[in-house]
């Protein structure tokens, strides 16, 4: 099941199933990644690639939980620091830009960014399994 609320990303897929026989495989769906109306535990992962920021990280995983089955897994990409050495024009940016992130205002350690996404996770529910990039 693919998810985005942009239709010519949604035919755009469905053109490219079709060509290459995957449509059993993949159902495109146009529709809002925030107002699912899956029944619970219905996925064994949910995957969101550079996506989840447009609902919010903490938002989108308490939302989605529900939605997966037990021992299911959710993968998403997420804005954070990961250099030592930020322009504070583009940290003003970013903070500005992109305020709900649990990053904000942090340290850009990967030890505080570990810290910060796992309490993220833990009070949506999710044990945080791994992070990535690692240092
Ligand atoms: C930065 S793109 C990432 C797309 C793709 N996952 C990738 O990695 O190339 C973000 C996508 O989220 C979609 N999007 C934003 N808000 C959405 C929402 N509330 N429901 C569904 N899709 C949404 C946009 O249409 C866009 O295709």
Redesign the pocket.
């Known amino acids: 099941m693919a998810?985005?609320?942009?239709r010519p990303?949604i035919d755009a897929l469905q053109r490219k199933s079709k060509a290459l026989g995957l449509t059993q495989q993949i159902t495109a769906l146009l529709?809002?990644?925030?107002k699912f109306q899956f029944q619970p535990q219905t996925f064994d992962v949910i995957w969101?690639?550079?996506?989840i920021y447009?609902?919010g990280f903490k938002a989108g995983l308490t939302m989605w939980k529900p939605l997966l089955k037990k021992g299911g897994y959710v993968a998403v990409t997420e804005v954070a620091w990961i250099g030592s050495d930020v322009p504070d024009k583009l940290k003003a940016f970013w903070n500005s830009a992109y305020p709900h992130t649990g990053y904000r205002g942090q340290s850009c350690r990967s030890s505080s960014r570990r810290v910060s996404a796992g309490r993220v996770f833990h009070t949506s529910g999710i044990r945080m399994v791994g992070l990535l990039p690692s240092n």
Do not use: C, P, Q, T
């Open positions: 998810v985005d609320f942009h990303y529709g809002d990644m925030g969101s690639e550079g996506a447009n609902i």
